[in-house]
């Protein structure tokens, strides 16, 4: 028996996502820059519990640096996304491939000018089990896979996916973007806070800027501009 396929989220679910993701950036954002002190102990607690973990166990920082420099490197992630901008392409998805692209570089961008603004310090300690550099809020890392994961999942959705198999890929979605975050706290390159930041700082980027894919796309069929492109609708489609 087939799964029937999921249909794909229009513009209002993503801007409402958009919109609850972005005032949460905001508020931890408004929270870290002030120094609240119940987050910055919350954070101090994290980090040297798992700091305390991590120097007894070489093994599994060796586990957890393989995990976040190769399989869930920010370059991993970029590189897959590449992939996915370059198959829409080929396939004749201009629009749509242009504006993933677009979407990733955005979400560098923000990423980096955040990071900037903040100025943020990561954790420091007398025997470190890894190393970063530049400012710590929020994880690049972190971001990176919410947005790659974040673009792919909705692709798919769009793609009319069948719903196992999406469900699937949600799982491993959660899976990837819980396990970078878990990593970079791990290895004591970033605080809870960083890494909470980079998902809702993604999950706003990704689902704002689809939602103005949807109205380019609506916008562009209203128009006949999308005759012979092999771009699905992206409001809701009338199942069969």
């Not at 901008?85 to 677009?102: D, E, N």
């Not at 899976?175 to 993604?202: E, I, M, P």
Request: glycine share 10%; net charge positive.
């Amino acid at each position: 028996m087939h799964s029937s396929p999921l249909p794909p989220l229009g513009r209002v679910p993503l801007l409402v996502t958009g919109a609850v993701c972005a005032a949460l950036s905001l508020l931890l954002l408004v929270l870290v820059a002030t120094g609240w002190r119940p987050l910055l102990s919350l954070d101090r607690t994290v980090a040297e519990a798992l700091h305390r973990r991590a120097s007894a166990d070489p093994d599994m920082v060796r586990v957890n640096r393989v995990l976040t420099d190769w399989v869930w490197d920010p370059w991993t992630m970029r590189a897959v996304t590449a992939l996915v901008v370059v198959v829409l392409w080929w396939r004749g998805s201009r629009l749509l491939a242009g504006w993933i692209a677009a979407t990733s570089l955005l979400a560098t961008l923000v990423q980096q000018g955040v990071k900037a603004a903040m100025g943020r310090e990561r954790p420091q300690w007398a025997d470190p089990v890894d190393t970063a550099h530049y400012a710590a809020f929020p994880s690049g890392h972190v971001m990176t896979a919410a947005v790659t994961c974040g673009l792919l999942m909705w692709l798919l959705r769009l793609h009319g996916a069948p719903s196992s198999p999406w469900w699937g890929a949600l799982v491993v979605t959660v899976v990837s973007v819980a396990g970078v975050a878990w990593t970079r706290v791990y290895l004591g390159v970033h605080w809870l806070s960083d890494v909470v930041g980079g998902v809702l700082l993604g999950g706003a980027v990704t689902a704002l800027s689809l939602a103005g894919y949807c109205a380019c796309s609506g916008w562009r069929s209203s128009q006949g501009g999308s005759a012979g492109h092999p771009e699905p609708p992206c409001e809701d489609r009338q199942r069969p």
